[in-house]
């Protein structure tokens, strides 16, 4: 059996995510089940392709990635595997595999065929996650599963707005320690800062200097840093940036040039 991670939007508190378990254990019991989240925000694909891009390049070759986020956004009950360097990815064609793979190009998409009775989705995405569990067990081609896509529902990730002096960005995701996480890259201001001093704006709070870690500031001081995800971070040394500082999904932050 293949390692099995699981990324959902389906949270703790009820019994939907033991009962997915339970359907793949049923199956087999030697399955290596691994939880990437369960506390995705709901319908949250954006969240969601934050996290598991950053999460599956650390998993060995063959592993397959479940993406139970959002699926009943899909008119057509269509679902897709794709096959990305050796490991594969399982979810609904709701637009969650253009933000997770919109920096890629070697991708494969399948698909997959589903003969289902039911009108429950989930009840058929159940059906189709076993399906895929047995092609990928047993090193089968995807195209068992059905036939290779090309084209799949499209979300869009809003870009910064770059100027000769100024990167315009915004807040897209808040992890648990209430840090500010935006949509600007390291990529992005290595490529627009040309030696040129600058400062980070947010909510009239400014700062001039980028920290390579959360403890090169005093505890309860902010700073920001490129993750090691490589996006623009806000932070409070064992504080909680987003609240204190008035941080939330979509607030602007700027970085000015001089």
Same mark, same amino acid.
């Given at each position: 059996m293949?390692?099995?991670?699981?990324t959902?939007?389906?949270g703790l508190?009820?019994h939907?995510?033991a009962?997915l378990k339970?359907s793949i !254990?049923?199956?087999d019991?030697?399955?290596v089940?691994?939880?990437?989240?369960?506390l995705?925000?709901?319908y949250?694909i954006l969240?969601?392709?934050y996290?598991?891009k950053?999460?599956?390049?650390?998993f060995?070759?063959?592993t #397959?990635?479940v993406l139970f986020?959002n699926i009943g956004?899909?008119?057509k009950n269509?679902f897709? &595997?794709?096959e990305h360097?050796?490991?594969?990815?399982?979810?609904?064609?709701n637009? &969650?595999?253009? #933000?997770l793979?919109?920096?890629?190009n070697e +991708?494969?998409?399948?698909e997959?065929?589903h003969?289902s009775s039911?009108?429950a989705v989930?009840e058929?995405?159940l059906?189709?996650? &076993?399906? +895929?569990?047995?092609? +990928?067990?047993?090193?089968?081609?995807?195209?068992g599963?059905?036939r290779?896509?090309?084209?799949l529902s499209?979300?869009?990730?809003?870009?910064? +707005?770059?100027?000769?002096?100024?990167i315009?960005?915004?807040?897209?995701?808040?992890?648990?320690f209430?840090?500010?996480?935006?949509?600007i890259?390291?990529? &992005?201001?290595?490529?627009n800062i040309?030696?040129?001093?600058y400062?980070?704006?947010?909510?009239r709070n400014i700062?001039?200097? !980028?920290s390579e870690?959360?403890?090169d500031?005093?505890?309860?001081?902010?700073l920001?840093?490129?993750?090691?995800?490589g996006?623009?971070?806000?932070?409070i040394?064992?504080?909680?940036?987003s609240s204190?500082l008035g941080?939330?999904?979509g607030?602007n932050?700027l970085?000015?040039?001089e």
């Amino acid at each position: 059996m293949p390692i099995i991670t699981l990324t959902s939007d389906l949270g703790l508190k009820d019994h939907y995510v033991a009962a997915l378990k339970g359907s793949i !254990l049923s199956e087999d019991q030697s399955s290596v089940i691994v939880d990437i989240s369960h506390l995705i925000q709901p319908y949250n694909i954006l969240e969601a392709s934050y996290i598991v891009k950053n999460t599956y390049p650390t998993f060995p070759e063959g592993t #397959l990635h479940v993406l139970f986020i959002n699926i009943g956004d899909n008119d057509k009950n269509r679902f897709i &595997i794709a096959e990305h360097k050796k490991q594969f990815f399982v979810g609904s064609d709701n637009g &969650i595999f253009s #933000l997770l793979f919109s920096e890629e190009n070697e +991708v494969k998409y399948y698909e997959i065929e589903h003969t289902s009775s039911s009108t429950a989705v989930s009840e058929i995405f159940l059906d189709v996650l &076993i399906r +895929v569990i047995k092609v +990928v067990s047993s090193g089968s081609e995807l195209s068992g599963l059905g036939r290779r896509v090309h084209e799949l529902s499209q979300k869009s990730v809003i870009q910064p +707005v770059i100027y000769s002096d100024v990167i315009r960005g915004t807040v897209f995701y808040i992890d648990r320690f209430h840090n500010a996480i935006t949509n600007i890259t390291r990529k &992005i201001f290595n490529g627009n800062i040309k030696d040129r001093k600058y400062s980070v704006i947010f909510n009239r709070n400014i700062l001039v200097k !980028l920290s390579e870690d959360y403890a090169d500031v005093p505890e309860g001081e902010m700073l920001c840093m490129f993750n090691s995800a490589g996006y623009l971070e806000i932070a409070i040394n064992k504080g909680k940036a987003s609240s204190l500082l008035g941080l939330e999904l979509g607030s602007n932050v700027l970085i000015e040039f001089e």
